[in-house]
């Protein structure tokens, strides 16, 4: 099983240039989410999809845009990058949007801005 | 604001000893709790998780963790330590309540482990 899957594992990328990070699951999850993990920050959610056709601000927007394609992808688009992004991605699913689910993660996208 | 506290950054056991880690929540009502690993360059795989009933709860790769609701903790135990358990160990509250920028769970910044032989 593929579970969640996200794409690319690194990239290097200069001030002001854009990207897509996607991630797409195959487990059938209504929920979607995309963190950011910097050093002694843990885990900060970004944008959230809690089923098909909805996505919410978490905590910390700012500089990124997301689109629920369909119920299996879930991009996230950085369209000016700035160093304060340089940071570790991860996408996860979960089966639907309640506290008391477990949350499938993919491996992560390791993202440097110069 | 719910949230939670993972009070030690960084610890080191030796191969073999005991291990907990410490977790501690506030929320106003009794919570979800988990717990998640992971392990150098991976995602997050959840060990183990408590939504009721009995308090003490065991998890993959023989963890065990205690809801104590009086202190409001969460603590993660293992017996015995293999050099495989080095990673990172996340506590995390899930909200019974839809919305909110903070998501349907909030994880505390995370405890890493190192294994001495």
């Known amino acids: 099983n593929a579970g969640v899957t996200q794409t690319p594992k690194f990239q290097v990328l200069k001030t002001g240039q854009s990207m897509t990070l996607q991630c797409a699951q195959d487990?059938?999850?209504?929920?979607m989410y995309w963190y950011r993990q910097d050093p002694g920050m843990g885990l900060r959610l970004i944008y959230y999809s809690a089923s098909e056709g909805t996505t919410d601000k978490g905590e910390v927007p700012n500089g990124y845009n997301v689109s629920r394609l369909n119920k299996r992808e879930f991009s996230l688009r950085l369209e000016s990058a700035a160093p304060s992004q340089t940071s570790v991605y991860f996408c996860?699913?979960?089966?639907?949007?309640?506290?008391?689910?477990?949350?499938?993660f993919g491996q992560g996208t390791r993202l440097t801005v110069v | 604001a719910q949230s939670v506290t993972q009070p030690d950054i960084h610890i080191t056991v030796s191969e073999g000893a005991s291990l907990e880690l410490r977790c501690n929540y506030s929320y106003g009502a009794t919570p979800y709790l988990f717990w998640y690993v992971q392990s150098p360059g991976q995602g997050l795989q959840l060990l183990l998780k408590?939504?009721?009933?009995?308090?003490l709860v065991q998890g993959i790769k023989g963890f065990e963790a205690e809801f104590k609701r009086s202190q409001s903790s969460f603590n993660l135990r293992k017996p015995s330590v293999h050099w495989s358990d080095a990673a990172e160990y996340f506590c995390?509250?899930?909200?019974?309540?839809?919305?909110?920028?903070?998501?349907?769970?909030?994880f505390g910044k995370g405890t890493k482990l190192s294994v001495k032989p």
């Open positions: 487990m059938n999850h209504n929920s």
């Open positions: 408590y939504f009721s009933g009995d308090t």
């Open positions: 995390a509250v899930g909200r019974k309540n839809y919305g909110g920028s903070q998501g349907n769970l909030i």
């Open positions: 996860a699913s979960s089966a639907q949007y309640m506290g008391n689910t477990e949350a499938f």
